[in-house]
Structure formats: C-alpha cells, structure tokens
C-alpha cells in the first residue's frame, strides 16, 4: 500500500492548484482519503476526506468554498483542487488513508500515509 502526492508548487495568492494522490497497491474507491497539511512551526492539520462508496465529502471550515475534493476511478487517484489560494494555505500537503474498505469520513484514524508536496503561496 503506497501513496503519492504530487502537484504543489509556488502560486500567488488568489491561484490555484491541483493536487494528486495517486496509489499503488490498493482501490482508492473502497477506502477513505483525507488532505492534510503541515505549515512551518504548526502541528498537522486535516483540510478535506472523501469516504469510500457514495464519496461523501469533509472540508475544514477554513477552505470550504475553496477547496474541492475528488476521485478519478479510472486513475485511481483523489485530486484536491485548491481555488483562492491564500498566504495561509501555504504548507506540505499529505494525502493519507485508513485502509479499512468501506469507511466514511472520519475515519477512526488514518493509517497510511504518503510522502508530502509543497504548496507555497506567495506574492
């Protein structure tokens, strides 16, 4: 079981950025995915989750209406599509999964994780 972000980079404020997470080992579509991120000095922090089956979704209060969260089956891949990108967005961005099939958001505890990509925004 492998994930794998990818798709950060320097953007503006008010930019946007797509984010992926992409799998080996394992059907994204049986399981929960989440966005997290961890910004300098600060703990970890969650920011969306899909669930398994219907793909019920989950944002953090400080990017709803900003962020959407998504699946591609045939990829097998989750994208986090970042709008509006503010300075506070900035950070190492983690997808991660509780590699129990079937389960919706939140997960009693995320498991899995992959290896982070940077987002940074800035003027």
């Known amino acids: 079981v492998q994930l794998q972000a990818s798709g950060g980079g320097l953007v503006q404020p008010g930019g946007s950025l797509r984010l992926s997470c992409a799998a080996s080992?394992?059907?994204?579509?049986?399981?929960?995915i989440g966005w997290f991120r961890q910004a300098p000095g600060k703990e970890r922090e969650g920011v969306s989750c899909?669930?398994?089956?219907?793909?019920?979704?989950y944002y953090a209060d400080s990017v709803k209406g900003r962020f959407a969260i998504s699946r591609d089956t045939a990829k097998n891949a989750v994208y986090l599509q970042m709008n509006s990108l503010k300075p506070e967005d900035t950070g190492v961005y983690y997808c991660a999964t509780d590699r129990v099939v079937g389960s919706t958001c939140p997960p009693i505890e995320f498991t899995s994780w992959g290896q982070g990509t940077q987002v940074t925004v800035s003027s």
């Open positions: 080992g394992f059907t994204l579509d049986y399981y929960v």
């Open positions: 899909i669930s398994s089956g219907d793909g019920g979704t």
